[in-house]
């Protein structure tokens, strides 16, 4: 089993750009040679935009998982970032 890593951005939403980053450093990579893309996995526009607006908009933070290049990724709005 991974361990866990966690991210947190408290004073800016996660984007796609920090999920790619936090999966390609648990896997030793460089972010460009990650496989799969992440957009084959998901959509980064809407993942990105469902984020951003839940910042500024919900009462309550939004949390979104997924599988990604072998391991469970989480983001929420409230600007934490886990991959295990």
Known sequence: M????QLDTPHRSVDCTDVVRAVAEREGVDPTNLEPRLY???????LDTLLATATTD???P???RFEYAGYTVVV??????VVE
């Open 40 to 46: 084959d996995v998901i959509n980064p526009d809407a």
């Open 2 to 5: 991974r361990d866990s890593q």
């Open 58 to 60: 919900a009462q309550s």
């Open 62 to 64: 939004i949390i979104v």
């Open 76 to 81: 929420d709005s409230d600007g934490t970032l």
